[in-house]
């Protein structure tokens, strides 16, 4: 691209940025220089000629430093079919098309290619869709060449040595507190429901799910903080929101941009929040030489360096928050539309459930892997809602050749297409027939126990991708697989439920690029049942 080509292409966003910098003088410059007037939402100096100084200065020093980074252009592999087709027009027309159909998109691309290679257009321009058969090849791919953490960062708006540096966590020793907490949460979070009673499914279950995750990150104390779990969910619903307003910025604008984003500005004070919340816990037992099993103290303990700064340790377990809750919600409601819609797995996954109970009414550690039929629903719920439509997510930095010889450009955003991966016939025969005791069945009666672990809701392999696969696989998929468990044994044993009157009909999925959440807005009909 010629530099003349370079600047028409930047210029307006050169300018924006400009203007965006000008707004911030006035906490450089003072109040008494530098009168403002409002004007269509911008606002400028009233002495022109020190406007034009500084718009100059800002100009300029742009271009010095936006011309040396010239774009990365996106280099397309030759012979791979594009969504929608290939000319510009159509490509600019289906990345808009993504953003609310790319559900369908991908299962196109997968269906005509018969689960090759593909692109999707999108908003970060055509990613390229991968034949499982190379996941082998790239899993253990050196992270300079192909990064996991830049399509994260995407997203989630998490600094780079957070994301890698944040090892597993054991936390079966934890699922005892966090049932007894589960309790206290449905009893905080839904109303007395002794008759009837209208539930938002998404918001109650996000609350409940924000308590008992808590449990796990900080024990009682930080469970029962309301300013913390507040925070939590806040902090969720902001980042999602703020990753998704400065994606439509160039990169080079974003660190302006991010402080004229109101949900990214209100995230300092989620920051703020998790400090109070957290700090006085780190301190207390640092005094106390208190051990501890929830994931603050391992946090802590684990933490070298400038990592035991306790401000460090509040913020990362605030960023894990924004996974735990956003994932660990959305199974659960989803299940709850299904359930509704679908009764008659009720009573089976009741009966189920009583049968593992200890005599305190919790559900012990070696019990969890005996609620096979309750597994089996949440994966084939998973498996008709996919919480991403697209998994294993990377950006190739530099030219990656594959082992037959196929050569992956740089610059390219790849990914499995994962929701269409699940509707496949060769791998889930009669696809799209719900039937929620599928992976049970293949767990009794099949002799081969490597294919019986793969049916399990947590599995991590290249025909069950939802919890990613390789090294970057969600490391907390356990515990979160016991968490639901635990959430939704406790529903089916205290709750009846079922759609209200005239909307029976199971609730539709939002889509938004590649999420496919729960339906925010719907509501299920709760009755607490009468205990024997």
Known sequence: MAIKDYLYAN???????????????RYVVGETESKFLAIQGFEFFENRT???????????????????????????APGIPIVGGSDI?????NRKRFIHDGKSMLAEGYRKTKGGFFYVPSNCGERLMLP????????????????????????????????????????????????????NAFDAAFPPCEDWTEINVVERI??????????????????ENEKWVEASIAFAIDGFHGAQKIKRYPHVLRPIAKYFISEIRSIAGHYAEAEKAAIPILEARQKAGEKALDLLY????????????MKFIASILLKVSFAAIHTSAAAPSQLIYDLCAMPEYVEPLRKEVESVLDPDGNIDKKSFGQLVKLDSIMKESQRFNPLLLITFERVVHTPYRLSDGFVIPAHTHIGVPTSSLLMDPDLYPDPTRYDGFRFAKIRTHEPNADASARAQYAASNPSSMSFGFGRHSCP????AANEIKAIMGYLLLNFDMKFPEGKE??????????????NPTATVMFKRRKQA
């Open 11 to 25: 210029l307006m966003a050169l300018f924006v940025s400009a203007g965006l910098i000008v707004f911030s003088l």
């Open 476 to 479: 907390g998929r356990f515990f």
């Open 206 to 223: 996000t609350k409940v799910v924000a308590r008992v995750s808590s449990c796990m990150f900080g024990g009682i104390e930080l469970s």
């Open 132 to 183: 499982v058969k190379y996941l082998e090849d790239l899993k253990t791919a050196p992270i300079d060449q192909v990064d996991f953490v830049a399509t994260f960062i995407e997203y989630l708006i998490f600094g780079e040595k957070d994301v890698r540096g944040l090892k597993d966590f054991q936390s079966a020793d934890v699922m005892p507190a966090v049932q007894r907490e589960i309790r």
């Open 89 to 93: 027009q159509h490509v600019k027309q």
């Open 298 to 309: 391992w946090m802590s303990d684990q933490a070298k360096g400038s990592e035991r700064n």
């Open 505 to 518: 009909k199971r609730p539709e999925s939002l889509l938004f690029e590649t999420q496919f959440l729960p």
């Open 50 to 76: 020190k406007l034009s100084s500084y718009l100059t200065v800002i100009v300029v020093g742009l271009l010095f430093v936006t011309l040396p980074q010239r774009p990365k252009r996106q280099k397309l």
